[in-house]
């Protein structure tokens, strides 16, 4: 699905540059996606209460999610 999909991208950019994310860390809730630096408090992408078909989250660009947490 969709949010294994981005997931999958996220973790692998973080993984490589040396730094550890966590997707929905606390207990998934139905159509959530939340990315947070392991170490912060403050979610970089906070996706909530999206409906199907989750067209946020595939609208997502992960260019400038994997910029931002790389930067």
């Known amino acids: 699905g ?5 997931a999958g991208k996220i ?3 973080c993984k490589e540059a040396g730094f ?3 997707i929905n860390a ?3 809730r139905k159509g959530a996606f939340v990315v ?11 996706l909530l209460d ?3 078909p989750f067209t946020k989250l595939r609208g997502l660009d992960l260019d400038d999610v994997i ?3 790389l930067a």
């Open 11 to 13: 973790e692998k950019a």
């Open 26 to 28: 606390s207990k998934p």
């Open 20 to 22: 550890t994310v966590s």
């Open 36 to 46: 947070t630096v392991e170490g912060q408090d403050a979610p970089v992408v906070n």
């Open 67 to 69: 910029a931002t947490l």
């Open 50 to 52: 999206m409906p199907r």
């Open 2 to 6: 969709v949010f294994k999909t981005k």
